[in-house]
């Protein structure tokens, strides 16, 4: 079902009630079965041109929940604005825990070079990734 839905051209009675629209999309993505179905529903989302922080948010959560942290940083890194520090250290925090230790540094590297800030919360899974 998921499939067909994205399928279908955006209906343009829908074009005056994006949030609505965009909604279902969060839900959706909730309900992906499949890291496929995540990055097929990732790219209606862009092609409508209904990503906003609310979906990325989503989008980067449902990457990371199928384990596919590299499809996380490459959604932050296209579209994330540099305050969305949260997801950044998200992914730091997922590879720290996943004892992938020279990934998140290099994910910190990358956050910086991006332009975003770290913050407090940064700092003790960067140091964490360094002292292992």
């Not at 305050?83 to 720290?96: D, G, K, M």
């Not at 994910?107 to 140091?127: A, E, Y």
Request: charged fraction near 15%.
């Amino acid at each position: 079902m998921l499939l067909f839905y994205c399928s279908r051209p955006l209906p343009q009675a829908h074009t005056r009630h994006l949030p609505t629209f965009s909604s279902s999309f969060a839900t959706l993505l909730q309900d992906c079965k499949s890291l496929s179905e995540t990055r097929l529903l990732h790219q209606q989302i862009l092609s409508r041109g209904l990503l906003h922080s609310h979906l990325l948010t989503r989008i980067v959560a449902a990457y990371l929940g199928f384990d596919s942290p590299s499809d996380a940083l490459a959604a932050l890194e296209r579209h994330s604005p540099t305050t969305a520090v949260f997801w950044w250290n998200a992914l730091i925090r997922y590879h720290v825990r996943h004892s992938n230790l020279n990934a998140a540094l290099s994910v910190f590297r990358r956050m910086v070079t991006h332009g975003t800030r770290p913050d407090h919360f940064t700092f003790p899974f960067v140091l964490k990734a360094c002292g292992e």
